[in-house]
């Protein structure tokens, strides 16, 4: 059996487990941002990266998409990690709350994905972004279709 098959096979939680302990070689979001998950646990994930001036804007302020791509990501995966094998998911609905600006220095910031219910076709989850001083940068909330695949 081919190692994509064998993969899709598994639920969400144990995909993601693989893909965070190096069992994935795939290129992604966060390799190109700069960003790595911390924690994952079934309906909670955490990532942290570390803004640098490659992502701010031309005022000196980190880029609100940098932002809503860490949140987006760390909400996505709360979502993925309580996936039935055979399920995918994609982000319908993102919106994002900023409430402090970032720049290069306010790293190592924390993204925190929560899952707030999971259905048959639809999930929804909640952000939080911090800085490295604990403060909240911005807050996100999502919802995501949820398939077979």
Not at 25 to 47: C, D, N
Request: charge should be positive; proline fraction near 3%; glycine fraction near 14%.
């Amino acid at each position: 059996m081919n190692a994509l098959v064998e993969f899709a096979q598994l639920s969400g939680i144990k995909q993601l487990r693989a893909v965070f302990n190096g069992g994935w070689k795939g290129e992604g979001i966060g390799r190109t941002l700069g960003f790595q998950p911390v924690t994952v646990e079934e309906g909670f994930v955490v990532f942290e990266g570390h803004p640098d001036h490659s992502v701010c804007n031309p005022i000196g302020t980190v880029h609100g998409g940098y932002a809503a791509t860490l949140l987006d990501s760390a909400m996505g995966c709360a979502v993925h990690s309580r996936l039935k094998a055979g399920q995918g998911y994609t982000t319908l609905e993102l919106k994002v709350a900023y409430h402090k600006a970032m720049t290069d220095q306010s790293g190592p910031v924390r993204a925190e994905g929560r899952l707030i219910s999971l259905g048959r076709r639809a999930a929804f989850a909640e952000g939080k972004l911090f800085n490295k001083d604990g403060a909240l940068c911005a807050t996100a909330t999502t919802t995501c279709l949820v398939y077979s695949s």
